[in-house]
T-cell receptor, first 114, second 113 residues
Framework: QKEVEQNSGPLSVPEGAIASLNCTYS??????FFWYRQYSGKSPELIMF????GDKEDGRFTAQLNKASQYVSLLIRDSQPSDSATYLC??????????????FGKGTKLSVIP | DADVTQTPRNRITKTGKRIMLECSQT?????MYWYRQDPGLGLRLIYY???????NKGEISDGYSVSRQAQAKFSLSLESAIPNQTALYFC????????????FGSGTRLTVV
């Protein structure tokens, strides 16, 4: 069973709307969560990191974490066509011997329609 | 200059050939990773290294080998390339604390014909 699950999409939203991307995970020991944005053919780039329950805001982006329900979400306000990309959710959990590793979801493709 | 540099950016090779993908970093991170990405399958971990003397297999290491030549350099080799190794390959680095994310290189698009 994949540890990090995302709806593959595509998720289409009109320009200016709020895009809501969701991710669920199965490991209750998960500590930190990351959102990456990946444009087609390009490398993933880190946009948000969250480790505490609740919301974390950075500009137009808000990450939300609910450890009891084991989900994490990313909200993009005032969506722009340039936000069209695949968004990867990743959880960082303890992998033994004092180390932590990221496990990635397969990503959700977002399309912002002008 | 990029923090994580991969060479080559694109490569077309023939079945059965040996090929090496190289990764170098200026982040000063001990941890380095090789991933491949295929449409619909997401990022899959091939190998990872936590320091120069440490090499670990990921979920899809068959057909691949790696070498950690220095803290800053981590190479991935395909000993005998096959068409289903056609993919986008990424190198990544990270610091070794819980809140550290990964920094990815720009990727190598490999085509095996």
């Amino acid at each position: 069973q994949k540890e990090v699950e995302q709806n593959s999409g595509p998720l289409s939203v009109p320009e200016g709307a709020i895009a809501s991307l969701n991710c669920t995970y199965s490991d209750q020991g998960s500590q930190s969560f990351f959102w990456y944005r990946q444009y087609s053919g390009k490398s993933p780039e880190l946009i948000m990191f969250i480790y505490s329950n609740g919301d974390k805001e950075d500009g137009r982006f808000t990450a939300q974490l609910n450890k009891a329900s084991q989900y994490v979400s990313l909200l993009i306000r005032d969506s722009q066509p340039s936000d069209s990309a695949t968004y990867l959710c990743a959880r960082k959990g303890y992998s033994g011997a004092g180390s932590y590793q990221l496990t990635f979801g397969k990503g959700t493709k977002l399309s912002v329609i002008p | 200059d990029a923090d994580v540099t991969q060479t080559p950016r694109n490569r077309i090779t023939k079945t059965g050939k040996r090929i090496m993908l190289e990764c170098s970093q200026t982040k000063g991170h001990d941890r380095m990773y090789w991933y491949r990405q295929d449409p619909g399958l997401g990022l899959r971990l091939i190998y990872y290294s936590f320091d120069v003397k440490d090499i670990n297999k990921g979920e899809i290491s068959d057909g691949y080998s790696v070498s950690r030549q220095a803290q800053a350099k981590f190479s991935l080799s395909l000993e005998s390339a096959i068409p289903n190794q056609t993919a986008l390959y990424f190198c990544a680095t990270s610091d070794d604390w819980e809140g550290a994310g990964y920094t990815f290189g720009s990727g190598t698009r490999l085509t095996v014909v």
